[in-house]
């Protein structure tokens, strides 16, 4: 219970949870512990980690951890947290997504020991009796509960029968795999409860719903979204991880420490009471070696006094040919640099862009071709850009 303890926001309900690890234990049957994952963008963030962690945490221990992938439950969309619609996927959509999914879990889990489903497989074949009977154990009032609902309904925005529906398609979830334990954020609670009111309904002892916090991105205030820009990819390259880790406040740092580390406590004590810099330098080393290896963090720290401490260009600079001459903002969408030119734009009326060690402040000069240059933009990104003879390219 001391580590399964650590980092959750709410166990429902704490003594059933001991009454089962008790039982697990006197019988050495595992417990079945779940956690659903939908497909909805194809890359995870370190807020995603933290209930990964958790999962790892009950695997480590010796239960049997089931990762869902809702395939099915992606064409509804989760309603949690949304003030509209979300605009469902498409099963090609869902694929690719579930595909980069399998890759990325094994960051955290232990594969050969994860078993993987796709929630499809039962909620797929149920028929239309099927669905009216599990909705007859969910009041309207239920759902209007929900804060999203509610202030949805409140304010007099749409709500759609489909959204309606999702709950209860995570909770059948739980039936279909007869689940100890389901696994979730603090904005999944009303989900897990549902799961647990349907296992009650079809004759099964409920779940545990265990929660977790979520996590605040860079900034410190909103939850880490990729939408949001305040993320830190897991498949995001070391020099990125460990500089965006270093970023964030001295406040910020002991949670991530908490929620994404399994440092032990009475290490991370000890870090609390030296220097933060060297607590930070600790995190974010720590992260960057879970994602990609000891000696990859080892690099990226190294990267990271050479260019943001001593000021200093970077050993290793990625080098990328284009045709000139074009304008500013073309070679950094070009290069790669930046994700579109509208962002380029932005960059350089920031004062974000050097060129050659220069700030530049003006994005419609072109760069000359013949000759290379060294780009930077904001605090981590640098690329040789190679200009060679040709005809400018098209807005």
């Known amino acids: ?69 809702g395939d099915f439950t992606g064409m509804i969309g989760d309603p949690t947290g949304r003030s509209e619609t979300r605009k ?72 759609s029968l489909h959204e309606l529906l ?29 799961g647990r009111d349907l296992q009650r309904a079809c004759g099964q002892e409920p779940q545990i719903a265990l929660t977790v916090p979520l996590l605040e991105g860079l900034d410190g205030v909103q939850k880490m979204s990729k939408s949001l820009g305040n993320y830190v990819g897991i498949n995001e390259r070391p020099e990125d991880i460990y500089g965006k880790v270093m970023s964030i406040s001295d406040e910020l740092m002991w949670r991530y420490f908490d929620l994404l580390t399994r440092i032990p406590e009475t290490d991370i004590a000890a870090l609390r009471a030296g220097h933060p810099m060297e607590a930070k330098q600790r995190l974010a080393a ?29 050993v290793e600079v990625d080098e990328v040919r284009l045709s000139g001459p074009r304008p500013l903002w073309a070679v950094l969408r070009d290069a790669k640099l930046v994700a579109s030119g509208s962002e380029a734009r932005r960059m350089i009326q920031q004062g974000a862009v050097e060129v050659d060690g220069r700030q530049v402040s003006a994005g419609g000069e072109a760069l000359s071709p013949g000759r290379g240059y060294l780009i930077k933009v904001g605090k981590r990104r640098f690329k040789r850009v190679i200009l060679e003879g040709g005809a400018e390219p098209a807005e």
């Open 88 to 159: 469902p996927l498409t099963w090609d959509e869902i694929r690719a997504n579930a595909e980069t999914y399998r890759t990325q879990l094994d960051k955290v889990l232990e594969m050969s020991r994860t078993r993987i489903e796709f929630n499809s497989s039962w909620l797929g074949p149920l028929a239309m009796e099927d669905v009216i009977r599990l909705t007859a154990h969910v009041t309207v009032a239920q759902m209007l509960q929900r804060e999203d609902f509610a202030a949805r309904y409140a304010a007099g925005r749409p709500i």
């Open 166 to 194: 999702y709950p209860i398609a995570q909770g059948y979830d739980s039936v279909a795999l007869a689940a100890d334990v389901e696994l979730g954020g603090t904005d999944q609670t009303f989900n897990l409860l549902v």
């Open 1 to 69: 219970m001391r580590v399964i303890a650590r980092g959750t926001a709410d166990i429902i309900v704490e003594a059933e949870l001991c009454a089962k690890l008790e039982r697990s234990r006197a019988s050495g049957q595992p417990l079945r512990v779940k956690l659903g994952l939908d497909p909805t963008a194809p890359d995870l963030h370190l807020g995603h980690t933290v209930v990964l962690r958790k999962l790892r945490d009950f695997q480590d221990l010796g239960h049997q951890v089931i990762v869902i992938i």
């Open 286 to 314: 720590t992260l960057t070696a879970d994602y990609h290896g000891a000696a990859a963090a080892t690099r990226a720290a190294a990267h990271f006094a050479r260019v943001h401490q001593k000021r200093e260009v970077p």
